[in-house]
């Protein structure tokens, strides 16, 4: 039997059980192969049992498509042009995410190879706009002037967690594998600020790149966000160039990049040639209409959006996914126990709970949660759980922030292009007799 790797939360699940698959292979058959049984089927909601094993519909019929490249792991291809890859949950177990295993998003085509391959210290940044001091900086001398910082910071798809909307948003389907947390080596992007000289009139960053547009319009750029002058002077906002203590690849920026962690990723320009500080909230392609942007009220979910509603997506939402065991584990026969291991965290906040539940939510088990290694790190939880039968059982992750805000059972604040959705993941086990 096929397991559905891609769609396993509980937006989708809905979705996959208005369509009816519960009748045909997916978790029935699973419960059939148990000896019958459905653990705590009493506790779940109508039409809701089994549906984390139900076939994908549509395109991704034939599974998911598994990028092959040389240097990466086994990423889920969720568009080749541009690229675009995410990590699945079982690859994610990793305290610090290995390169390999770190998603890919572009917007546009990689720069140039001649460009690439040049001398990386000889790389320019130009720092203009509302500074004393505009400069254009080699990262050979951007090195050697400013005090290199290590972090291991999150980097996460604005779009993480969008297949989990009803009805379905527009843009890439990430499931909940558009994040990781990998260390990064760079300078303080306000340091350098700092020197450029800000003037009073200071208040937001935008960001360019060398990146070339699908048209292959060399004027326009492929994506140009920014932050809040705040953000960007936050010592864990780095210019960096080094992952996992290697040159950085250029397929994640390198030369050069920046990371301002636990806000959109689409803010972490790659192959950085250019940060104009700027005199208001910048208008570049990515910061304005739907993009990017999330309701200050929530709408009617599909219904019509008032562009005045939407304002700039900036930290992301708590989330959890489980590592382990992965989706679709069939249990040694008579195995009960399993450790549920993963990963957590909440963009501008900490992680102070992780609960997992093997009942459909009617009751809870406390993970332990481990402290960051720094700010903006994701966080491990781990869970020791006695399985009390054999059986079909979903295994459930719920985070909850230093805020007190909890992932909620079906996404919410729906959008048309879907930032946010950050419901509680699943994950189907089976216990044999
Ligand atoms: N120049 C440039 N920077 C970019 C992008 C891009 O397309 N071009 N994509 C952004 C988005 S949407 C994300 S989620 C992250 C992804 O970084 P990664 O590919 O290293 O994982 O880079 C961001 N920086
Ligand atoms: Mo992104």
């Known amino acids: 039997m096929a397991f559905d790797h891609t769609r396993r939360t509980m937006g989708a699940d809905t979705e996959a059980s208005r369509r009816g698959f519960l009748k045909g292979t997916g978790g029935i058959a699973m419960a059939a192969a148990a000896g019958g049984s459905i653990a705590f089927a009493d506790r779940a909601p109508a039409g809701f049992v089994g549906s ?33 890859a995410e990590t699945p949950a079982h690859l994610m177990d990793d305290e610090v995410t290995p390169t390999e295993k770190l998603f890919i998003r572009n917007n546009g085509n990689m720069p140039d190879a001649a460009a690439l391959a040049a001398d990386p210290k000889a790389w320019k940044i130009k720092i203009d706009g509302e500074v004393n001091a505009p400069m254009e900086i080699a990262l050979g001398d951007l090195m050697a002037k ?34 990781g947390c990998p260390e990064w080596t760079g300078v303080r992007l306000g340091d350098v600020l700092k020197a450029a000289g800000l003037k009073s009139s200071a208040v937001y960053t935008a960001h360019y790149g060398a990146d070339v547009h699908l048209s292959g319009d060399a004027t326009k750029p492929t994506i140009s966000r920014g932050v809040r002058l705040a953000k960007a002077m936050d ?5 960096a160039f080094k992952l996992n203590g290697k040159d950085l690849p250029a397929l994640h920026g390198g030369p050069v990049r920046l990371i301002v962690p636990g806000w959109a990723g689409s803010a972490s320009h790659k192959w950085l040639t250019r940060i104009w500080i700027r005199d208001k909230e910048h208008d570049g392609p990515g910061m304005t209409g739907f993009s990017y ?11 019509k959006v008032e562009e005045a509603n939407m304002a700039v997506l900036e930290a992301m939402p708590v989330r959890s996914v489980i590592t382990s065991p992965s989706h679709g584990t069939r249990l040694a026969s008579g195995a009960r126990k399993i ?13 102070r709970a992780v609960d997992v539940s093997i009942d459909y939510g009617a009751t809870w ?36 922030d230093s805020a007190g805000v909890v992932q ?26």
């Open 339 to 351: 450790e549920v291991r993963g990963q957590a965290w909440a963009g501008e906040s900490a992680i």
């Open 52 to 84: 984390a094993l139900a076939q994908t519909p549509a395109a991704a019929d034939k599974g998911p498509k598994v990028l092959k490249m040389d240097g990466k792991a086994e990423l889920t291809l969720l568009g080749d042009k541009p690229l675009v």
């Open 146 to 179: 400013f005090q290199p910082v290590t972090y291991r910071l999150m980097l996460e798809c604005g779009g993480n967690g969008r297949s989990q909307f009803t009805p379905e948003a527009r843009g890439n389907q990430w499931t909940t594998g558009g994040a």
């Open 293 to 303: 942007r999330v309701p200050k009220t929530p709408p009617v979910p599909g219904g």
């Open 235 to 239: 010592e864990h906002t780095l210019i």
């Open 408 to 433: 909620p059972f079906q996404a919410g604040n729906w959008n048309p292009q879907g930032y946010g959705a950050n419901a509680v993941t699943r994950v189907a086990v089976l216990a044999q007799a």
């Open 365 to 400: 088990i406390k993970a332990e949660v481990k402290a960051p290694a720094n700010k903006y790190a994701w966080q491990r939880f781990v869970a020791s759980v006695e399985l009390p039968s054999a059986g079909y059982y979903e295994v459930w992750s719920r985070a909850t």
